[in-house]
């Protein structure tokens, strides 16, 4: 598999390079918890493994390298289950002057090379969010609200749901795509869903005339996410004040604020190429592969049963 | 009783859900690429055997059940009650025949059960995989009389009836699958 993928980016001249797993900062995303170690050196004493390889990759657009990819481990505390292993591995890879539209023909390339055709029967699938939402939850996820969702939840038969989810939109979307949206997407077909609400946009550019949409794209084979791609926020002071929102956040939640990454953002003021970039599950993409359910079938010592 | 957190959830651990003890059967963690974690459960109503699947948002802690499968004998009944013992401290343990449900046709005094007890009270009980019974009533059972399938109904010792081949006669003791409530064989007495 992975020499597969690795002619597929050499055949298109993408560089493939290596970025640190070891940081000296970490993610402030409030959903993700990053390994804290500490180093016996004075100027590096606490160093975090990487949750994905992104601000480093970014860092390497800014200084100008071109279209590149990485393959490489990352790793998340807490996360154990049939489709999570603690550490895992990423393929990720952005493509400066591409448009994400673009960039999701690549994947749908990418994903028919390494996947035979056997298992995937048919063209890829191309959903919008608002769309496949609509259809398989019942309410427009751009204009319900939470009183909307709690109506769905009542209807679906969730009654937990609406102390878990606490009157947080962004909540409710988490809530309803993973428990109805998902298991509903087209099967045996790679499908994309584009165009998330702005609550949702992560490290994607929100659309210039339409800033309640975020360029994000997320790739799914089987109702399994294999992948999460953006339009890239270039923006600095944009990033800057998400940034600041993610610690406020945590900061609420009682959770460690991180300090944030002044290298990245400053890459980012010195200019980010408009690019388009995705991250993919490689263990899941083999577990695809494979027919396997569990993602300890594909990993040689997995932590947890 | 112990409170448990999401991250502890595996098959068999007992919780209390909505104030009625549950079993967790399955333990799925789910994450929205980007999103809040949660775990979805599939689990047993420890009182009325319904399954049930519920999300927890990960890292919420939920209680403990203090529930405990226990081989007990059972001692004998007056109508209204069944009475078991504990077989090493002797202690005697009363549930209402409600709680017996149908295994309590299945009961021969002596016989070994498992109790379940949910804050020492008998929640439910499970008989024998196979209990022997004799044979009270049923007909002889003529040669050449297929009708009904190939067998008869016969009454047991416990007023259990079960199906059974034409060719078993009264008085006769037989095995029978209390999870199937089929005939197995006759017991050589």
């Known amino acids: 598999m992975l020499a597969t993928v690795r002619n597929f980016f050499s055949d298109r001249n993408v560089l493939e390079v290596e970025t640190p797993a070891l940081y000296p900062s970490c993610n402030p995303e409030p959903m993700v918890e990053s390994f804290a170690l500490t180093n016996t050196v004075a100027e590096m004493n606490c160093l975090y493994l990487q949750t994905s390889p992104e601000f480093a990759m970014k860092r390497l657009l800014a200084a100008g390298s071109g279209a590149i990819y990485q393959i490489c481990r990352a790793y998340r505390k807490s996360e154990s289950g049939r489709y999570h292993n603690p550490e ?6 952005y493509r400066p002057g591409f448009s994400l539209r673009q960039l999701m023909e690549e994947v749908e390339a990418l994903l028919a090379a390494v996947v035979p055709p056997s298992q995937i ?50 909540a409710w ?64 002071e944009q990033q800057k004040q998400r940034f600041l929102a993610q610690q406020a956040e945590r900061q609420q939640a009682g959770l460690p604020v991180p300090e944030i990454d002044e290298c990245f953002l400053g890459a980012l003021s010195a200019g980010l190429p408009d690019s388009a970039g995705i991250a993919i599950g490689l263990d899941r993409l083999l577990m695809k592969l494979c027919g396997l359910e569990r993602i300890q079938q594909v990993l040689t010592f997995p932590l947890g049963a | 009783m112990a409170t448990y957190s999401t991250n502890e959830f595996r098959a068999g651990l007992k919780i209390i859900l909505d104030s009625d003890p549950y079993s967790i059967i399955e333990n799925e963690f789910v994450k929205p690429g980007k999103g809040q974690a949660f775990n979805r459960v599939k689990i047993r109503n420890l009182k009325n055997g319904r399954v049930i699947e519920r999300t927890f948002k990960s890292g919420e802690t939920v209680e403990g059940a203090d529930v405990l499968e226990t081989e007990m004998q ?10 078991f013992m504990h077989p090493e401290t002797y202690e005697q343990y009363v549930a209402d025949a409600a ?20 804050n020492d009270v008998p929640l439910s009980v499970t008989p024998p995989n196979f209990v022997e019974l004799k044979i009270v009533e049923t007909d002889p059972g003529l040669r050449g009389d297929t009708s009904g399938g190939g067998g008869k109904p016969a009454k047991l010792e416990t007023d259990a009836v079960v199906r059974v081949p034409l060719f078993v006669q009264e008085g006769e003791v037989i095995k029978v699958d209390t999870r199937t409530e089929e005939y197995v064989s006759r017991v050589k007495t």
């Open chain 1, 88 to 93: 895992f591995s990423l393929l990720e890879w």
């Open chain 1, 121 to 170: 029967k048919h063209h890829a699938v191309y959903l919008s969010y608002r769309s496949i939402f609509n259809q398989t939850v019942g309410v427009d996820p751009f204009l319900a609200t939470v009183e909307d969702f709690l109506a769905v939840a009542n209807r679906l038969g969730y009654p937990e749901a609406e102390a878990i989810c606490n009157g947080n939109r962004s």
């Open chain 1, 173 to 236: 979307l988490d809530f309803l795509f993973s428990h109805v949206v998902q298991a509903q997407l087209p099967k045996q077909c790679i499908v994309f869903v584009y165009d998330y609400p702005a609550c949702q946009a992560a490290l994607a550019r929100l659309r210039p005339q339409q800033p309640d949409i975020a360029e994000r794209v997320e790739v799914f084979i089987d109702g399994i996410e294999l992948g999460n791609g953006f339009q890239e926020l270039t923006d600095a």
């Open chain 2, 74 to 83: 059972y001692l004998f009944s007056d109508g209204g009650t069944y009475t």
């Open chain 2, 99 to 118: 709680i017996l449900d149908t295994a309590a046709k299945w009961l021969k005094e002596q016989d070994t059960c498992v109790v379940t007890l949910w």
